[in-house]
Every structure is written in C-alpha cells, then in structure tokens.
C-alpha cells in the first residue's frame, strides 16, 4: 500500500513491511496505533498526519509478535451451511437444505429452510439475513427514535469492514449484516448505540448516558462486542 506524506512524497510501506497493511492518516490522531480488520484480516494502522515513514515502519516493526498473535486468533472464513445452527436475531436456528422448495429461504419455527442447488446456499442464507435484518432493525429503530422524538430517514444494511453501525447527520443509519448473527441483547445494544446518535454525534457522557437509558443492559452488549466480535466475521 502507498501513502502520500506530509512531504508529498508517496512511499510503498507494505513494500518496506513485507507483509499486507492498511493505513489510514488522521489529523486528529496524536500517536500511531494499530488494529486488526477481521474481515480483512490485516493489521490497520492509524498514524497523525505529520508522521514520517521511518518511524511508521519502525512502530509496526516493534509489534509484528501482537500482528502475528492477533491474526493467529481470528477463526477461520467460513460459509453457511447445510444442518448449521446459528444464532439469527436472537433465536437459535438451524439451517436446513430444501432443493424441492422454490423460495430461496423460508423460515419456519426453528428452521430456516433453503430452496435450490446447495452450491447456492450460502449465498440464500445471506441474502435472506440482509432482507429481514432490513426490516427488523428498522423497526425497532424507529421505536427508539421515537422515544428520543427525533427522526429517523432511513436504515441501510450493509457489508461493512470494520464499523458495526453508522449514523449520519442525515439522519440515516447503517448496520452491518453480520450483527444480526450475534445475541438479542447485542442487537438491541447496537441499536440504541446508532440511535443515540441521531441526538449525540460524538461519545460523549450526554450520549453514554442516552444509550443507557435507551436500552439499560447496554454495557452488558458492548462488552459482547469486543470481546467476540471477531467470531461474527467468520462468515464470508
């Protein structure tokens, strides 16, 4: 990857590394750190905008032990499959292969049954993920939107790489599919997160305290997340 200094000049610093890396140059950031994207599964590196390559490299180099460890840990990519139980929306189902059904995904109960060629399962069962999370997260969006009397545009899911949600000045939140495999109160915590948002955009003590109120087990979600969140990227 190449990044244009503070010098104008470009410099290739997975060249110098020897190994795949993200940089993003911040101006608000006051030292480098770094970060693996589990998606991708590469090490991010966040550096000030008036950093030299020399040190850039000189501090990815001092933690190539955590980069190795770090990738070490994430669980292998992985697609869904025939007789898999996961957890969808809170409520364990299991996946159930149905080539004789001509809807692409159909659930019924515990059962998510999944029409067409097997090859085509993974694909289903995902498609099927984003529409319902669509409509799921949208709703219980708009409850919580409600109850802070503020507007809610629209809700969005998408394939994103490293944020779990987003919120817009727009009004507009975007959610990540893959949070729609992890446990209720996760979601929930999620939810109220992005939707104190529309009222706080910045983390500060006003907007803590909104998602507390918003949804009181919020601590007990946001600890969930950064602890396993990585186990949700497994899914391609």
Request: charged residues 30%; aromatic residues 10%; glycine residues 4%.
């Amino acid at each position: 990857m190449k990044i244009t200094l503070f010098t104008g000049k470009t410099f290739d610093i997975e060249q110098a590394l020897g190994f795949k890396i993200k940089v993003v140059k911040s101006t608000r950031a006051k030292r480098m750190t770094l970060r693996i994207d589990a998606k991708e599964r590469i090490p991010v590196l966040t550096m000030p905008s008036r950093c030299s390559a020399a040190r850039a490299v000189e501090f990815v180099n001092s933690h190539r032990d955590w980069i190795t460890n770090s990738l070490g840990r994430l669980p292998e990519a992985k697609k869904f499959e025939n007789n898999e139980t996961i957890s969808l929306f809170g409520q364990n189902i299991t996946i159930v292969h149905s080539p004789e059904m001509r809807s692409g995904a159909l659930l019924r109960e515990d059962r998510l049954f999944v029409s067409g060629d097997i090859e085509f399962l993974h694909r289903r069962v995902k498609d099927y993920i984003k529409k319902q999370a669509r409509e799921i997260f949208y709703q219980k969006s708009k409850i919580l939107a409600e109850k802070l009397g503020t507007k809610l545009n629209d809700v969005t899911i998408k394939d994103t790489k490293s944020r779990w949600g987003s919120c817009s000045s727009m009004h507009n939140i975007n959610y990540s599919w893959r949070i729609a495999l992890a446990p209720g109160y996760v979601i929930d915590y999620l939810i109220a997160h992005e939707v104190s948002h529309l009222v706080h955009q910045d983390h500060s003590e006003a907007f803590w305290q909104c998602v507390s109120d918003l949804y009181p087990q919020a601590e007990q979600g946001k600890n969930w997340l950064k602890k396993h969140s990585r186990l949700l990227y497994r899914y391609e």
